[in-house]
């Protein structure tokens, strides 16, 4: 969370724009055999045959979407990427290439880029995508970071978020509100180390929520599992802003209604133990928290025998005729309207 005072700090004026970029980028290996040509001309060149092609870009700001003083560069790198990625695998592609700008002020030496372009390099090779270019300039005051992904996929596999029928199922990957619990306990932290910079926190019963928050993953997996058990979605799309903004896109654009259980949410027992702690709902920060990166999808009825084992995959809900709305029934057995907060206004 500290920054060590003593590291060394080379100012970027030392290398000049094209050794940084030449530095960066050095250890950047081709892996795809659709990247044809990487960084290093005018533009890369890519062939995908007769595959689709899917493309999706994200901006992050600093100070907007992340803070610094305790998002280490090394893991905000790895996020940048792992963000656009998701968007990748919510079209049920595979991703295969990323491209990476950055606006940075002469604030930050060297070595804080190099821990930046680590977390990229890192995720990128988990994540089987090549480096394909990019752009670098500088910035008056903060850092921005803009990476676009880049992927393919067989026409007939492609899944937008407008194809949900009445009485398909809801279903998400993995679990949700983690990364909001996680931005929770490190904010607080912030605050308490900023009274008492001596204080030695304790995080150890967060490391779940903390890692969700500063080191998240893309589910890459879900895609090629959903091949093998041979079930098409009929809509999907990742989880960034919180559950009930990501089933209204849903909703609105297959023009369908939805039934969302609060007792099926999948909840990791951390999300359970800190909502506790910190005396916030667990069903509200599910729906409303955000940054998940899980996958949300629908299904058709006689797909369910295929993933009802998986423990992957869990079914919250089902849609319904758009005229009977969306609406969250609660353990009670009360029915409340699904409204879109999303994360901005759930802060505020
Ligand atoms: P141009 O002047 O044509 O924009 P650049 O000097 O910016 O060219 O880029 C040279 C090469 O380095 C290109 O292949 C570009 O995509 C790549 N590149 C530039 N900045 C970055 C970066 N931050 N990360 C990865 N690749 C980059
Ligand atoms: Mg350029």
């Not at 901006?59 to 090394?74: C, N, Q, T």
């Not at 949700?176 to 009274?195: D, I, N, P």
């Not at 999907?236 to 903004?245: N, Y």
Request: with cysteine; net charge negative; aromatic share 6%.
């Amino acid at each position: 969370m500290i920054e060590d005072k003593n590291q060394q700090r080379t100012p970027l004026s030392a290398l000049g724009e094209f050794g940084l970029i030449e530095h960066l980028t050095q250890n950047f290996k081709i892996k795809q055999t659709s990247t044809i040509k990487g960084i290093g001309d005018d533009a890369a060149v890519l062939n995908f045959d007769n595959k689709r092609v899917v493309i999706s870009t994200d901006l992050l700001v600093e100070g907007v979407h992340f803070d610094l003083s305790y998002a280490p560069l090394k893991h905000l790198g790895y996020k940048s990427v792992v963000v656009n990625l998701s968007d990748i695998y919510a079209m049920n592609a595979k991703a295969t290439q990323i491209t990476v700008s950055i606006a940075v002020s002469n604030r930050f030496p060297l070595e804080a880029l190099e821990a930046l372009y680590d977390g990229i390099e890192t995720a990128a090779n988990i994540y089987n995508v090549d480096v394909i270019g990019g752009d670098t300039t500088s910035s008056t005051s903060g850092l921005l970071i803009s990476v676009t992904a880049i992927g393919e996929v067989e026409a007939e596999q492609e899944v937008y978020r407008n194809g949900a029928k009445p009485n398909d199922l809801l279903v998400v990957s993995g679990d949700l509100g983690a990364a909001y619990m996680g931005l929770q306990v490190l904010e607080r932290e912030k605050e308490v180390y900023k009274v008492n910079p001596n204080n030695q926190p304790d995080l150890e019963p967060y490391t779940y929520i903390i890692e969700r928050q500063l080191k998240p993953e893309a589910r890459k997996d879900i895609p090629k599992l959903l091949l093998e058990l041979d079930v098409k979605p009929t809509a999907m799309i990742d989880v960034s802003d919180g559950l009930s903004s990501e089933i209204m896109h849903i909703c609105k654009q297959s023009d369908v209604g939805c039934d969302l259980y609060e007792e099926k949410i999948p909840l990791d027992p951390q999300v359970i133990s800190t909502c506790e702690e910190f005396n916030i709902d667990s069903t509200t920060v599910a729906l409303n928290g955000g940054e998940d990166y899980e996958l949300l999808f629908t299904i058709a009825q006689e797909d369910y025998p295929k993933i009802k084992a998986n423990p992957n995959l869990t079914v919250i809900g089902y849609m319904k005729e758009s005229k009977e709305g969306l609406h969250l029934v609660t353990r009670a057995d009360t029915r409340i309207p699904i409204k879109s907060q999303g994360w901005k206004n759930f802060n505020e």
